[in-house]
């Protein structure tokens, strides 16, 4: 079975989502933030896996189900810090971040019995999820990240496996990311919290 990871911050004002700021102020970002990650985590909890990682620069809240393995993010470059994610693996792994809340099981239920790897490319040019069959650090140190070619540079570090591709997903940065994710994923708790802060009158 596979390991599932989740690469996420602690949701503090002004710590998270700051591109969410302006319109939303840096609390209202950080219950976004929040509402995102608690959405992220009851997915992994409710997909089949050997192991639910969450590697977390912070401290877990009352945000976290059971069922997670908690660990500290490394130091150093966001690349760093996913190479040590999966650098603490020991058979196949796949990780996300905390910024697809329309995020599924059975987009999560991945099998490596044909393939080496998984890629799930974001819409901005990014990536929201990748697999390895066998975890490789060296895959992603290097690799440029929060940057539009940062998708297509993963992307080539996975030259000589057999990939997957999952469907395209949009991250949540800016408002108008949040008004779409929301509505592909309505009743969740992230559209929730979006439709309580906007309901206002915003």
Known sequence: MTTLLVIAKEPRPGRVKTRLTPP???EEAAALAEASLADTLDVVARTPARRRVLVLEGAPGPWLPPGFDVVRQCAGGLDERLAAA????????LLIGMDTP?????????????????????????????????????????????????????????????????????????????????????????????????????
């Open 86 to 93: 999966f650098a603490g693996c020991d058979g196949p792994a």
């Open 24 to 26: 939303f102020t840096p």
């Open 102 to 202: 329309q995020v599924t099981p059975e987009l999560l239920t991945v099998e490596f019995a044909d393939c080496e790897a998984y890629f799930g490319p974001a819409e901005d040019g990014g990536f929201w999820a990748l697999g390895l069959a066998r975890p490789d650090p060296a895959r992603l140190r290097g690799v440029p990240m929060s940057t539009p070619e940062t998708g297509a540079a993963q992307r080539a570090r996975l030259t000589g496996l057999r990939v997957r591709q999952l469907p395209p997903l949009r991250d949540v940065d800016t408002a108008y990311d949040a008004e779409l994710v929301a509505k592909a994923a309505p009743g969740g708790r992230f559209a929730t919290e979006l439709e309580r802060l906007t309901g206002a009158g915003r």
